[in-house]
């Protein structure tokens, strides 16, 4: 479920990648976690609202949110983090996120569309099924009218799915890369996603002859909470 807030003040300046903690005023619904959580913001720079976007757990804090009134105000911290693109715009980019990760990502390379940016922009999408893979078609709709942008989207359990998947199917292995990212010698790999995905892709990255000096993370720790 995405959201979207309106802006008091001045404008909220970040960088795409970056995240805020977001409190809940006066929750419906509380439990021992409190009612403030950290969200990636999904939206870019420059939009008139700010969005973020969350897999429904059923915590107390997403049920206060998803049934939060239209106009209800809410407490923004931030922003906070270097999950950001290099400096270095000649050097390619190759995003790895899994599920809900896609939120840093979705923000990136947004604003990297609306810059008319000539960055090489690669993103590996992975997901169960493709009901769970948050702004596909749009991402994949940004690909077709962008050529600096390329999109492989994997499914892990795709044939629980109720919809036909033509394309990708299993993990993202260290054959994998050297399948579908070999030629990206020079590139910048970034990698979110709840933690064991990170931990996971990371290592696998290495294994393939990444230089871990070129692998930035963002672990998504409590993001069932």
């Given at each position: 479920?995405?959201f979207?807030f309106?802006?008091d003040?001045?404008?909220?300046?970040f960088?795409?990648?970056?995240?805020?903690?977001?409190t809940l005023l006066d929750p419906?619904?509380?439990?021992k976690?409190g009612?403030a959580?950290d969200?990636?913001i999904?939206?870019?720079?420059?939009?008139?609202?700010l969005m973020i976007?969350?897999?429904?757990t059923g915590?107390?804090?997403k049920?206060?949110?998803?049934?939060?009134?239209?106009?209800?105000s809410v407490?923004?911290n931030?922003?906070?983090?270097d999950?950001?693109l290099?400096?270095?715009?000649m050097?390619?980019?190759?995003?790895?996120a899994?599920g809900?990760?896609?939120?840093?990502f979705?923000?990136?390379?947004k604003h990297?569309?609306k810059?008319h940016?000539?960055?090489?922009?690669?993103?590996v999408y992975?997901?169960?099924?493709?009901e769970?893979a948050?702004?596909?078609?749009e991402l994949?709709?940004?690909?077709?009218e962008?050529?600096s942008?390329?999109i492989i989207?994997?499914?892990?359990?795709?044939r629980?799915s109720g919809k036909?998947w033509?394309g990708?199917?299993g993990?993202v292995?260290?054959?994998?890369v050297?399948n579908?990212?070999?030629?990206?010698?020079q590139s910048?790999?970034y990698v979110?996603g709840?933690p064991?995905f990170?931990?996971?892709?990371?290592?696998?990255?290495?294994r393939?002859?990444?230089?871990?000096?070129d692998?930035?993370?963002?672990?998504?720790?409590g993001?069932g909470?």
């Amino acid at each position: 479920m995405a959201f979207w807030f309106g802006i008091d003040g001045q404008p909220f300046v970040f960088k795409p990648g970056q995240c805020i903690r977001i409190t809940l005023l006066d929750p419906l619904y509380e439990d021992k976690k409190g009612n403030a959580r950290d969200f990636s913001i999904a939206s870019s720079p420059g939009e008139p609202s700010l969005m973020i976007a969350t897999r429904m757990t059923g915590s107390a804090f997403k049920r206060s949110l998803a049934n939060l009134p239209l106009g209800s105000s809410v407490q923004m911290n931030g922003p906070y983090g270097d999950f950001f693109l290099d400096a270095d715009p000649m050097r390619p980019a190759v995003f790895l996120a899994g599920g809900i990760g896609i939120t840093p990502f979705r923000s990136m390379i947004k604003h990297a569309i609306k810059q008319h940016s000539e960055q090489r922009l690669t993103l590996v999408y992975c997901n169960r099924t493709p009901e769970d893979a948050a702004f596909l078609d749009e991402l994949q709709n940004w690909e077709r009218e962008n050529p600096s942008f390329h999109i492989i989207a994997t499914m892990t359990q795709a044939r629980n799915s109720g919809k036909t998947w033509m394309g990708r199917r299993g993990y993202v292995d260290t054959q994998f890369v050297k399948n579908h990212l070999r030629d990206q010698a020079q590139s910048i790999y970034y990698v979110a996603g709840p933690p064991r995905f990170v931990s996971a892709v990371a290592d696998v990255l290495a294994r393939a002859g990444v230089n871990k000096g070129d692998i930035r993370t963002d672990e998504f720790f409590g993001y069932g909470a």
